[in-house]
C-alpha cells in the first residue's frame, strides 16, 4: 500500500513538472516587454507607453516599452517575431505591419510569425496645403494637377509611410500625377509646409490641429470617411470630391506566433478595458487625437487581412518599392 501511495505521489509530481511555467502561474507572472518598432516620441510609442502605464497598473508588473525603430519597422518586428512565444514580448507597430509586404521584395520577417492582439488607436490623416499653395479645394487641387503633372509636390514622412501611400491612391482615384518629396519623419515635414517649401501633403492630424486652427496652414479634407470631430469643419477627401477615399493611420499589438490563445484573449481584453475608460480616453487617447479600435483579437486580425488586401495592389500598381 505505501508503495502505491509513493508511486502516486511521484506521478503527479512528474505530471505538474511537464506543465508549462506560463500555466503554472496566473499570466503576468513577471515584466512584459513591449517593442515599439518606431523611435521615441511618436505616435505609435506615445500610445503604447500610455496604455502600458495603466495594464502595469491592472497586473501589478513592470511593462517595459523599448524602441527598436529602423528599417521601416523591420528591426523590430524581426526581433519579435524570433522572441519566445509566452506573452512576455509583445510588439507596437503601426499599418506598416499591412503595407510592408508589398512594399519590400524581402523582409526580414515573416508576417504570419506574429499573430494580431489588439487594436490601440487610429489618428486621422489630413490633406494640408501650404500658406502659399495656389488651390483652396480638393477639387481645384486635382483640376491644378491635371492641367499640369508633376508640376505640384507633396511631402511624405518618409518613402513607403502612411502619408506616401495614402497620396498614391488619392493621385489614383483623381487621376492625377504630383511629385513627392521625402523627409525623414514628421517635424520636418510641416516646418517645410510652413515655409512654402512644399505644397501639400498628407499628415496625421495629432502633428497639424493646432497649425490648422490658428490658420498657418489649410486643410482640404480629412482621410476617413467621414469628417473628424476635431476639425468638424473641414470636409472628408470622400464628400471633397473622391468618393469612396478611405485613409486613417492605425496603431496595435501583435505577439509571435505560437503565443497561448488565453493569453492573447487576456490583453486584448485588458487593453480593451483600458481604451473604454474614459478617464483614460480623456487624458491620453483625446489630447492626441487619438481614436480606441474596440474589437477581439480575431475581429482586429480580420481588419488587418483586409488592410493588407486592400493596399497591396495599390502599392504594386503604383509601382512603389522600397529598398
Known amino acids: 500500500m505505501r508503495q ?4 502516486l505521489i511521484l506521478l503527479a509530481c ?6 508549462p511555467a506560463s500555466a503554472q502561474q496566473p499570466y503576468p507572472s513577471k515584466p512584459v516587454r513591449i517593442i515599439v518598432a518606431f523611435p521615441a516620441g511618436g505616435a505609435t510609442d506615445v500610445i503604447t507607453r500610455a496604455v502600458g502605464q495603466r495594464l502595469s497598473e491592472m497586473w501589478g508588473q513592470p511593462i517595459v516599452v523599448e524602441n527598436k525603430g529602423g ?5 523590430g518586428t524581426q526581433f519579435v517575431s524570433k522572441a519566445t512565444p509566452d506573452g512576455y514580448t509583445l510588439l507596437a507597430t503601426s499599418d506598416a505591419f499591412a503595407f510592408n509586404p508589398s512594399l519590400y521584395s524581402k523582409l526580414s520577417y515573416d508576417p504570419n510569425d506574429l499573430v494580431p492582439v489588439s487594436g490601440l488607436g487610429i489618428v486621422n490623416q489630413v490633406l494640408v496645403t501650404s500658406p502659399g499653395a495656389p488651390f483652396k479645394s480638393v477639387a481645384e487641387l486635382i483640376a491644378q494637377a491635371k492641367a499640369k503633372p508633376h508640376a505640384i509636390n507633396y511631402g511624405t514622412m518618409g518613402a513607403g509611410t502612411s502619408g506616401h501611400i495614402n497620396m498614391a491612391m488619392f493621385e489614383r482615384m483623381a487621376g492625377v500625377e504630383l511629385t513627392p518629396v521625402h523627409y525623414r519623419g514628421g517635424a520636418p515635414l510641416v516646418t517645410d509646409l510652413l515655409g512654402d517649401h512644399v505644397q501639400t501633403g498628407f499628415v496625421s492630424l495629432t502633428l ?10 489649410r486643410a482640404l479634407g480629412v482621410g476617413s470617411l467621414k469628417r473628424s470631430p476635431r476639425l468638424p469643419d473641414v470636409p472628408s477627401i ?9 485613409a486613417v493611420t492605425w496603431f496595435a499589438l501583435f505577439a509571435p506566433r505560437g503565443t497561448p490563445p488565453e493569453i492573447v484573449t487576456k490583453v486584448n481584453a485588458d487593453v480593451q478595458r483600458v481604451l473604454a475608460d474614459p478617464a483614460f480616453q480623456e487624458k491620453s487617447l483625446n489630447p492626441a487625437f487619438f481614436e480606441p479600435i474596440k474589437g477581439s483579437p480575431q475581429e482586429f486580425g480580420a481588419f488587418v487581412d483586409h ?8 502599392i504594386k500598381d503604383a509601382n512603389m518599392t522600397v529598398e
Not at 512528474?14 to 506543465?19: D, E, G, N, R
Not at 488592410?307 to 495599390?314: K, S
Request: hydrophobic share 50%; proline share 5%.
Open 208 to 217: 497639424v490641429a493646432e497649425q490648422v486652427k490658428a490658420g498657418r496652414l
Open 307 to 314: 488592410e493588407t488586401a486592400r493596399w497591396g495592389p495599390l
Open 71 to 75: 528599417a521601416a519597422t523591420q528591426i
Open 14 to 19: 512528474a505530471a505538474f513538472a511537464a506543465i
Open 238 to 246: 470622400a464628400e471633397a470630391g473622391l468618393p469612396g477615399y478611405d
Open 4 to 7: 502505491s501511495v509513493r508511486m
